[in-house]
Nanobody, 123 residues
Framework: HVQLVESGGGSVQVGGSLRLSCVVSGDSISRYCMGWFRQIPDKEREGVAG???????NYADSVKGRFTISRDNAKNTLYLQMNSLKPEDTAMYYC??????????????????WGLGTQVTVS
C-alpha cells in the first residue's frame, strides 16, 4: 500500500523560500518517476517538476531557475526547494508517483499515487 504525505507548506512573503517534502511509504521511490503538481481553486492542476529514476529532472517554464526537485532514496523522500517565490506560486502542492521510470511526456493521468497536498501561500 503506497502512501505519499506532503509537508512544508505555509505562508511566505514574496521573494521568500520554502522546501516541500513528500515522504513515501510502501515502495521505494528510486525506481519511479516522481513529480510535484499544483492547483488553485477553479483551475486545472498543473505539473511543476518531475524527477526520473535516473535523476533527470524537468520543470515547468514558470518555475525554471527558481524551483529544484530532488529526492533522497535512503529516506524515500521527495523534495521541492522553492526560491524567489511569487504570488502566482500560491496553490495547493501535491506530490505524485508514476508507475514507470520516466516523467517527461507522460500526462497527469499516468500518475496513480497522490498525496493529499500542502498549501503554499505567497503574499
Amino acid at each position: 500500500h503506497v502512501q505519499l504525505v506532503e509537508s512544508g507548506g505555509g505562508s511566505v512573503q514574496v521573494g521568500g523560500s520554502l522546501r516541500l517534502s513528500c515522504v513515501v511509504s510502501g515502495d521505494s521511490i528510486s525506481r519511479y518517476c516522481m513529480g510535484w503538481f499544483r492547483q488553485i481553486p477553479d483551475k486545472e492542476r498543473e505539473g511543476v517538476a518531475g524527477i526520473e529514476s535516473d535523476g533527470s529532472t524537468n520543470y515547468a517554464d514558470s518555475v525554471k531557475g527558481r524551483f529544484t526537485i530532488s529526492r533522497d532514496n535512503a529516506k524515500n523522500t521527495l523534495y521541492l526547494q522553492m526560491n524567489s517565490l511569487k504570488p502566482e506560486d500560491t496553490a495547493m502542492y501535491y506530490c505524485a508517483r508514476r508507475d514507470g521510470p520516466y516523467c517527461l511526456g507522460y500526462p497527469e493521468a499516468e500518475y496513480h499515487y497522490w498525496g493529499l497536498g500542502t498549501q503554499v501561500t505567497v503574499s
